[in-house]
């Protein structure tokens, strides 16, 4: 079965600091993985994608992730943390089946705190 | 592209009566829509997965009967929870699929029940 284990709920950075949040996956076949971001009462927006092709993924708003399949992992970077970057973040795997129906299972979330 | 609205984007109701909630897709035919339920500061649970015609599939756990989904056509799917009650209000978002892998997010609708 699909899972995914976000690792620290809370990540607090200074702003101009690099952010790292942190994602591990398990599935049984490979995988296609996702990065979200949600802001106070609104719905989710992609950051970016990984579906089979460059294990380096470079998203919007400046954010990267990269693929490491040994360490069945997908972290997502920024180099240099803005103040409008305070969110939740979600990571989300996908068995990616064919036919427009597959499910997403999403991490517990990590909320980025930037301080000025 | 790729947008996808909810009405309303808040809704308060008392307890006892139904709400309906609707997921459209502006730009796009969805053959597949996901109903997901969100806790305050917690994920997002799948509760539920539509296509266009048939009959919704729901997850573990989820009342069929209280949260009746209608996926009417490739734009529009409803969420009408029905018998509302307080432990009902929570954050509802759909998304909508057209694709293999790729899931569009609404912007959520905040139920109350009091």
């Known amino acids: 079965a699909q899972s995914v284990t976000q690792l620290g709920s809370h990540v607090s950075v200074s702003e101009g600091a690099l952010v790292l949040l942190r994602c591990n996956y398990s599935?049984?076949?490979?995988?296609?993985l996702f990065w979200y971001v949600q802001y106070p009462n609104q719905g989710l927006q992609l950051l970016l994608k990984?579906?089979?092709?460059?294990?380096l993924v470079k998203g919007i708003n400046g954010f990267e992730a990269e693929f490491k399949k040994s360490e069945t992992s997908f972290h997502l970077t920024k180099p240099s943390a803005h103040m409008s970057d305070a969110a939740e973040y979600f990571c989300?795997?996908?068995?990616?089946?064919?036919?427009?129906?597959?499910?997403?299972?999403f991490g517990a979330g990590t909320r980025l705190a930037v301080h000025p | 592209g790729a947008v996808v609205s909810q009405h309303p984007s808040w809704v308060i109701c008392k307890s006892g009566t139904s709400v309906k909630i609707e997921c459209r897709s502006l730009?796009?035919?969805?053959?597949?829509m996901f109903w997901y339920r969100q806790f305050p500061k917690q994920s997002l649970m799948l509760m539920a997965t539509?296509?266009?015609?048939?009959?919704?599939?729901?997850e573990q756990g989820v009342e069929k009967d209280k949260f009746l989904i209608n996926h009417a056509s490739l734009t529009l799917s409803t969420l009408t929870v029905t018998s509302a009650h307080p432990e009902d209000s929570s954050f509802y978002i759909c998304?909508?699929?057209?694709?293999?892998?790729?899931?569009?997010f609404g912007p959520g609708t905040r139920l109350t029940v009091t």
């Open positions: 998304s909508a699929s057209f694709g293999e892998y790729e899931q569009y």
């Open positions: 599935s049984s076949v490979p995988p296609y």
């Open positions: 990984y579906t089979s092709a460059a294990t």
């Open positions: 989300a795997v996908s068995e990616g089946r064919s036919g427009g129906y597959n499910k997403l299972i």
């Open positions: 730009d796009f035919q969805a053959t597949t």
């Open positions: 539509s296509n266009e015609g048939s009959k919704a599939t729901y």
